[in-house]
C-alpha cells in the first residue's frame, strides 16, 4: 500500500507526515505525533474517545481517515492547554469530578469546547444533547453537564478571551 | 500505637484526584499507549461454535502472508508453557482452544505481525475444521443436562476450599455452595402463607473504556508485563506457576486503568501475551477490540427460586433460595461470585429459619466473573421483588413490610455473622424520606402511568484477603506510597493519600503514589468487591504509624526525644550528615475470618464488613409504547466514614448509572449459543440521556469501627438495590408481572397484553 505525503495545521502547527490509505486519524496522531489524547475505543464511532476536531467539526478519528485531513486545521485535546495552563473546561471538568478513568475525558472535553464555542449558555437539555454521543462507562454524566455549566459560567465572565485559544475560530 | 485523631485536614475532604491534570489534558498512561521497540501485535481468532471438537487448524496460508511474523496455536504455546491451563479458582482455561472449543468467540489461534492490520488481515486466511458436538446454554438444563462443557474439575490449589471438587467427573456444576440456619421446612409449616417466585437475570458486560490490553515483554529469563489489570499481584503468582519460574522473575506493571468493573480481575490475556512473548522474544502486545471484550468476561446470568413463609403478623419466618449461575465455559471467579453472593440471597432480613442453595454452572456461553457487586446485584432483584410481591399479596405497604423484617443491630445475618456498623434501616429511612414515601403518590392516568418503588440490599466482602504498603519518607521529608492498589478510576490514588497523610500530618497531594509494579509495590490480593478502602487503606494506616514510630524511634537513638518538634529532614541531616537516608514504614493488614462450616455455611465471622445499599425508583410508562422513564432514583449507601466525599458521590452516582443499564437496555441476545448484538451498536450502555433528572446520591451518617478513619468502601454498594426498585416500581405502576431482566418496552407491553383494561378507564391492551 502506498503512502502518502499529507500537510496540516496540528493544533496550530504546520506538519507533514506520510499515511498509508487505511490509516485512521487516531492512528496517525498516536504513532507519528505521539499524541495520546484522542484514543480508539470501539472503533465504530460510537463512543466518542478518540473525538477529534478538525476544520472546526467534531470527528470521530477512528473513522476518520488521516489521508483525508490533507490541507486541514486539526484540533486534540492537547492543543486547548498545558497541564499548569488549564483551559477553563479542563480546569472545570477537575473542579466539578468530571471524570474517573479519564479513558473518555478528552472526547468529552474537546466536545464541551466545542460546544460553548457554538454556544456559551447551553441548557441542560442542549448540553445532553450535544454530548449523548460521548460514552462514559464511569457513568460520570451528572458531574459532567454540571462541568459543562461551570465552564459555561466561568468562560461568559471572561472579560477578553485568550486569542491563542481561538486560533481554528 | 494510639489511635491518631483525624485533625490534619485530609479526612472528609473533597481532594481532587492527584491525576486529575494528566487525565483531562489527555496525558494519562494506559497501557493502550504503550509501544516497546521490536514489538509485534497479536491479533486473535476466534471460534465460530459454540461446542466443537478441532479437527484441524490449517494456519499455512495465513503465515504465508506479507507481514506475518508468526501463527500460533496451543501446539506451539505447549512448548513454553506445558501445562497451559489457567485460572483463579480453577485451572480450566486453556490459553489457547486445545482440541475443542467451549463457546463461541473462543481463542483459537493468534497471528503475529508488526502491522497489526496485517495480523488481522491474516486471520481470515487461517482455516479451522470443527465437529459440532451438542451444546448447553441455559443455567437449568446444565445442571442435570448430558452435555459436559469439561469431562474433569480442576479447582487451583490456592482455594483450599474447593480442594474436594477435585477430579469430579460428569457434572457441569463447578460449584455448590449451602447455607442452613434453623429448619426452615419446619418454619414453612410454622407459616400462614407461603410465597414462591422464580426470577433471571440475563448476560451482561462490562463494556470498559479501555478495552483489556497485556504486553509482554521476556528478555533473559525474565517477564515483564505491562497490563491493564486490576489484580497485578495474581497475575504475578499465577505466571509464575504457569512458567514454573520464582516470582521474582515475573514483574507486573499496571498504569492507569481505563475503567475495570471487576473484568480486568484476575488473569485475562496476561498468559497468553506471556506465552507469545517467550515464543518469539520479542514484545507481544494484545489489544482487545470492543467486540472481543464481549468474549472475555461477563457477568453471570442467573436462575433464582426464592420461597418464604410469612407469618400472621407479616414476619418472615422461613425463606429458601435456590440460585444457579451461568458460569459460561470456564470458572474464572464464578465459584466465588456463587459463594459471596450466595450467603447474602436471603437478604437484609432478619430471619430464623434460612436455607440457600447456590449453585456455579458450566454452559457453553462466554465466561462469566466479577462485575461490580460479584453477584449482589442478581439475587437482590430476586429478593427484592420477591419482598415486594409478598407484600402486594398481603397488602402491606412495602416500606412497612421491610421495616418490620429488618436486621437490625447486633442481630445475626443468615450466615451468623452479626450486623454491626451496617446501616441497613438507616438507608431505608433516608430513601423512604426523599421519595416522601408517607405522601400521596400520582400514579397517573390513561396511557401514563407512574409507579415507585424501594429496595435496600446486602453484600459481603471477599474474605480473607491481605494487603501491604510501604510509606518511604524522602531525606527532605517528601514521602512516596507503595501500593498494589490499582486506580482505574474509582480515587484509591489519593485516598490512600489522604490516609497516609492524614496519619503522617502532611498534606494528601503532595504524597507521591507509587503504581503498581510488583518488583516495587508489595502484595495485595487485587482491587475488587470495594475492600481497597478497607484493606489497603488499613494497611496504609499502619504503615504510616510504623513510620512515625520509627521517627520517634529516631529522635531518641540521637538524643533528641526531648525535641519534639525535630522534622524528618533535621533527623536525617544529624543521623547522616548531609541530605540522605530514608525511613521507611510497612504495614500489612488481613481481616479476621472465620471459615464458614462446609454444610451449613455458618461462621461468627464471615465478612470483614457490611456493603449495605438502598434505593427509591420513580418511573413513568407510556402504555402503548411499553417506554419507561426512570424520573427518579434515589441512592443510599452506607460507606462508613466518607474520607473523600467527592470521591464517594462519584462511585454512589456511577455505580448506580452502570445498574441502570443492566436493568433497562444491556443484554447479550444469544442465538444458538451466537451472541448477535456485540457491539455498542446493538448492545446499548447509559450515556448521557439515560440519566434520571431527578438523581440524588448520598451516604448516611456512620462510621466503620475498625476501618481506617471510620471507613469502608463505596464502589458497589449502589449496584445492589437499584434494579429491584425499579422492576418495583414498574410493577407498581402497572400491576404487571416483572421477574425477568432486563425490563424493556418489549417485555412490558407483552405484560400488558395481558392485563385486564383497568377500571378507571383509558387503558389499552
Known sequence: ?169 | MTDIASNGGNIGRPVNRLESRDKVTGRAEYVHHLQLPRMLHGKILRSNRPHARIVRVDTSTAAALDGVYRVVTIEDIRTVIPHPYYGPAFHDQPILADGKVRFSGEPVAVVLAADKHVAEQALNLINVEYEDIPAVFDEVEAMTSPVLVHDELKPAATFADLKHLKGCRDTNIALDYHLRRGDVESGFRASSRVFEHEFRVQTVMHATMEPMVSVADVVDGRVTLHTASQGPSFVRIEIARLLGWPENRVRVKVPYVGGGFGGKLYIKLEALVTALSLLVERPVKVSLTMEEQFFAITRHACTMRIKSGISEDGRILARHCEVIWNGGAYADIGPRVTQKAGFTAAGAYDIDNVAIESYAVYTNKPPAGALRGFGAPQTAWAYERHTDMIADELGMDKLEFRRKNLLSRERPQASGTLMRDAAVAEALDAVADQLNWSSPFDKGSGTIRRGRGIAVGLKGITSPTTSVAIVNLSADGSCFLSVGTVDMGQGSDTVMAQIAAEVLGLKAEDIRVIHSDTDVTPYDMGTLGSRSTFHMGTAVRLAAEDARRKIDALRVELGLDTHAGSTVPELLRTKYGMQAGNIIGTGSFIPDYRKPDSETGQSDKATPFWGVGATGAEVEIDTETGWVTVTKVVNVIDAGTALNPKLVKQQISGSAIMQLGFTLTENMVFQDGQLTNGSLADYKIPNILDMPRDWICEWVDAKQADGPFGAKGAGEFSSIALSPAIGNAVADALGIRVVDLPITPESIYVALQGMPVSSNGGQKS
Open chain 1, 1 to 169: 500500500m502506498n503512502a502518502r505525503t499529507i500537510r496540516f495545521h496540528l493544533n496550530g502547527e504546520p506538519v507533514q507526515v506520510d499515511v498509508k490509505p487505511h490509516e485512521s486519524l487516531v492512528e496517525v496522531l498516536t504513532q507519528h505525533f505521539n499524541l495520546k489524547g484522542a484514543r480508539e475505543s470501539c472503533g465504530q464511532g460510537l463512543c466518542g474517545c478518540c473525538t477529534v476536531e478538525v476544520d472546526s467539526k467534531v470527528v470521530s478519528g477512528c473513522l476518520q481517515l488521516a489521508t483525508f485531513v490533507d490541507n486541514c486545521q486539526v484540533r486534540t485535546v492537547e492543543g486547548l492547554g498545558e497541564r499548569n495552563d488549564l483551559h477553563p473546561v479542563q480546569q472545570a471538568f477537575i473542579d466539578a469530578g468530571a471524570f474517573q478513568c479519564g479513558f473518555c475525558t478528552p472526547g468529552f472535553i474537546l466536545m464541551t469546547v466545542r460546544l460553548l464555542e457554538e454556544n456559551p449558555d447551553p441548557s441542560d437539555d442542549e448540553i445532553r444533547h450535544y454530548l449523548s454521543g460521548n460514552l462514559c462507562r464511569c457513568s460520570a454524566y451528572p458531574e459532567i453537564v454540571d462541568a459543562v455549566k461551570l465552564a459555561a459560567l466561568r468562560l461568559s465572565g471572561q472579560t477578553r478571551p485568550d486569542p491563542s485559544r481561538l486560533e481554528l475560530r
